[in-house]
Every structure is written in structure tokens, then in C-alpha cells.
């Protein structure tokens, strides 16, 4: 007679041979919708890929907070991203800053929208820095619009995040660029120059002279002289700071001039009136009802007697060629 399989165990539940391992509570099997289980090989029974049970979550992830499917960010248009991200921040108004949710909703908002920031980067390609560095830097003045983005105040996100994007990345190559354009072997040479003077200034007890300095680094006066010169093109005064040259109050700032940006608008005017004048009378109609009458695109696709896709793809043409217009005029 063969052994009874149960022999010695007084519990089924001994039975048991091994435990699934754990699972984070936030993906629990309890906690996934039964549409999304956890991929599995279909011949083999074993837990599929990571890339397949990441997908899994991510659709469960999408179900959870209620979002609308995305497809892969590099095949979504510009005009889908504006509709998408609408959606995304109705929910983010709805969600707790600091959770996992918050987070996940805002992520996915980034990713939507780096299109504006590689778009904002591409102004700035004939500097010096690397793209990379231009774009992540611009990244956070995308993150930082999201923060900001109010939906209710009627204003299309990629109108408002621009400002900001740009902004970042001006105040990037503010901070970290030279005030004046120096030759490379200069900029080698303050850096020698400030290392020799502290060392000198901590042996003699005082500041190097010129020749102190030229005889440490055995170079000529004349490159020592180049070289503090080098310094002063790339140390800037703080706006903040005080004139040294006379005892009135008030700091550097207040004697400048402040930009006006209603000049900048004016500018801008002036420069759309003969744009806007060679194109055709039914796209003047159309940006007429549309920034003047304040009309939305169905309404103006009642007017005219077409769709409001169709309106929606003359509109974006027309402010395609004007935006052209205006960078070429830059």
C-alpha cells in the first residue's frame, strides 16, 4: 500500500509548501480590479516580465484615480495633450498634495507637456550648454507651472507655462554664464590666480602683489593683469547691493530702468497687423470671432457653417503661420 500523501500532518494548512511573497500594500491583490490581475505566461503559469506586470499596474494605476488612457507620450499631438492635461488637473484639483495619487497625476503631467519644454530649449541651441542641460533645467520650469496652473481662470496651460519654462532657463544661463564672453585659456587662468592668491595670502598674511603672483605661477605680469581682468567679467554685483561711491539709500536696482512689458505687447501688435493682413479673409474671420468675440470653437463652427474640428485645425494653421512669422521677424 503506497503512503498516505497527509501522513503526519495534522492541519491542512500545513499542507502549504511555500508563500507568495509579499506584496505592497498599495498593489495588494485585495486592492487591484479583477480587469487587471498581474500578468501571467499562459503555458507556464510563472509571473510574466517586469515590462508586462509594469504595464499592468500602470492600466490599474489609470482605473484607480480615474484617468483617461494615454497613449505612449511621443504619439500624442499637441492638441490631444492640451485635452488630456485638462482632464488630468480637473483631477489633480481633487487629490491631497503629498500622496501617492497626487504625485502619479502630476508625474504623468510632466511627461505630457515636455514637448513645450523641448520646444522653449530649441530657442536657446546655439549657446554654449549642452541641450541636456537646457532641457532639465527647463523641466523644472514646467514642474514649477504645474504647481502654479489654476484651470478655473480660463487660460490654456501651454499659454501659461511658457513664461515659465523660458524664464528658468533665462535665469540658468544668468546664473552660470559669464558676464562677458572670455577666451577659454582666461578662464583656466583666474581659476590658477584665485588658488595661488589664497595660498599666498595665507603665507605673507596679506594680499600677493602682481609680481608675487606672476613669479608663483611663473607666467608674465601682463598675464596676471589679463587674468584679474578675466575675474571682473565674470563677477557680477548684487542688485541688492548698495553703491559704494556715495552714502544714499536705496540699493544698485532702484537706479536702473525697469522693463516696461506693455511695450513688449505693443511690439508684438505691430508686428502681427501685417501678418494678420495677408492671410485670407475667412482665417481673419476665424481669429476674429475667436480672440476678439471671444467666441468658443463650436460657436464659430456655427457661424461659418463648419465643424468644429475644422475650425480647431484653421485656427491652429493660422497661428502656425504667425508664430512663424514673428520668429522669423526675430
Not at 514646467?142 to 480660463?154: Q, T
Not at 476674429?288 to 460657436?299: G, H, I, P
Request: charged residues 30%; aromatic residues 6%; negative net charge.
Amino acid at each position: 500500500m503506497s503512503p498516505r500523501l497527509d501522513n503526519g500532518i495534522s492541519d491542512p494548512a500545513d499542507m502549504q509548501v511555500a508563500t507568495a511573497p509579499a506584496v505592497p500594500e498599495q498593489y495588494s491583490p485585495d486592492r487591484l480590479p479583477d480587469t487587471h490581475p498581474l500578468p501571467t505566461d499562459a503555458l507556464t503559469g510563472d509571473q510574466a516580465s517586469p515590462e508586462a506586470i509594469a504595464e499592468a499596474v500602470e492600466a490599474d494605476l489609470f482605473e484607480q484615480f480615474q484617468l483617461p488612457e494615454i497613449p505612449p507620450y511621443d504619439e500624442v499631438g499637441p492638441l490631444d495633450a492640451r485635452a488630456l492635461s485638462k482632464t488630468l488637473f480637473r483631477r489633480l484639483e481633487t487629490l491631497e498634495e503629498g500622496t501617492h495619487e497626487y504625485a502619479y497625476v502630476r508625474n504623468t503631467l510632466v511627461e505630457l507637456n515636455l514637448a513645450l519644454v523641448k520646444f522653449a530649449a530649441s530657442r536657446f541651441r546655439s549657446r554654449s550648454e549642452p541641450m541636456e542641460d537646457i532641457v532639465q533645467v527647463g523641466t523644472i520650469g514646467l514642474i514649477k507651472a504645474i504647481d502654479r496652473f489654476e484651470l478655473d481662470r480660463g487660460v490654456e496651460f501651454p499659454t501659461f507655462a511658457m513664461p515659465t519654462i523660458v524664464g528658468e532657463i533665462k535665469r540658468f544661463f544668468r546664473d552660470t554664464s559669464w558676464s562677458v564672453r572670455v577666451p577659454r585659456r582666461l578662464q583656466e587662468l583666474r581659476l590658477d590666480l584665485a588658488k595661488a592668491g589664497d595660498e599666498l595670502a595665507q603665507k605673507l598674511d596679506r594680499a600677493p602683489t602682481v609680481e608675487e603672483l606672476a613669479k608663483r605661477l611663473n607666467i608674465s605680469t601682463e598675464d596676471v593683469v589679463e587674468g584679474m581682468a578675466a575675474s571682473n567679467a565674470y563677477t557680477a554685483s548684487s542688485l541688492d547691493a548698495q553703491p559704494e561711491e556715495d552714502d544714499t539709500e536705496g540699493a544698485l536696482a532702484d537706479r536702473i530702468g525697469y522693463e516696461d512689458h506693455g511695450l513688449e505687447g505693443i511690439e508684438y501688435v505691430e508686428s502681427l497687423k501685417p501678418l494678420i493682413a495677408e492671410l485670407p479673409a475667412r482665417d481673419r474671420k476665424i481669429l476674429s470671432l475667436r480672440f476678439v468675440a471671444n467666441m468658443t470653437q463650436s460657436e464659430i463652427g456655427e457661424e461659418l457653417g463648419i465643424s468644429q474640428m475644422h475650425v480647431s485645425r484653421l485656427l491652429s494653421r493660422t497661428l502656425g503661420k504667425l508664430r512663424k512669422g514673428l520668429m522669423i521677424e526675430e
